[in-house]
């Protein structure tokens, strides 16, 4: 399994970014995925699921309503659509393998190298 994110960067609170991860090594139509994040100093934490064919998706609470989660199984591609970004959305961004997975150690975790998420002024 080869998982690529990408998308991060710099943005100004309130801004917007979109990541994505190309999947590959997998039947990734049929695997549920997850985006999970780490901040400097901080535990993992999972952001969002979604199951194979996009029909249920799962948010931590403080990213409702901000952030989108999708995916293009024609593209074996997986989405994150942030929005009014905040500074503690600031961390490193993976994509990994289930459906609210647990995410205690990353080092369990089939992920790629991360997209780094850094908002500021």
């Known amino acids: 399994v080869r998982l690529v994110e990408s998308g991060g960067g710099l943005v100004q609170p309130g801004g917007s970014l979109r990541l994505s991860c190309a999947a590959s090594?997998?039947?990734?139509?049929?695997?549920?995925m997850s985006w999970v994040r780490q901040a400097p100093g901080k535990g993992p934490e999972l952001v969002s699921s979604i199951t194979p064919r996009g029909d249920i998706e799962y948010y931590t609470d403080s990213v409702k309503g901000r952030f989108t989660i999708s995916r293009d199984n024609a593209k074996n591609t997986l989405y994150l659509q942030m929005t009014s970004l905040k500074s503690e959305d600031a961390a490193v961004y993976y994509c990994t393998l289930g459906f609210r997975p647990v995410v205690t150690d990353l080092d369990r975790l089939s992920r790629g190298q991360g997209t780094q998420v850094t908002v500021s002024a």
């Open positions: 090594g997998l039947a990734f139509g049929n695997v549920p």
